[in-house]
């Protein structure tokens, strides 16, 4: 499941560094993640990093993107380009 910034954003840019993927940017108010590029970090950490930097725990699942652990992990290695 691709995970989502909520409007408790502070802007305080700390997660955006952390995302593996570059799924994390500037919207017009708060930061935003793209669901098309977040794994929740699966794949390369063991724990969603920007979840884990947030000082006002703001980040949770995204309610329409819904994903499973294997289909995170399919699309880590397609964005990696890492041999399924």
Do not use: W
């Not at 997660?15 to 993640?33: K, L, Q, R, V």
């Not at 390369?44 to 000082?55: G, R």
């Not at 949770?60 to 399924?84: C, D, I, M, Y």
Request: aromatic share 4%.
């Amino acid at each position: 499941m691709a995970l989502m910034i909520t409007a408790e954003c502070i802007n305080c840019d700390v997660c955006e560094t952390e995302c593996p993927n570059e799924a994390i940017s500037m919207g017009d108010e708060i930061y935003m993640i793209e669901p098309a590029l977040c794994t929740e970090c699966v794949g390369h950490y063991e724990t969603s990093q920007c979840i884990d930097v947030c000082p006002v725990d703001c980040i949770e699942n995204h309610p329409g993107h819904q994903e499973s652990p294997e289909q995170l992990r399919t699309k880590f290695k397609r964005l990696s380009g890492v041999a399924a």
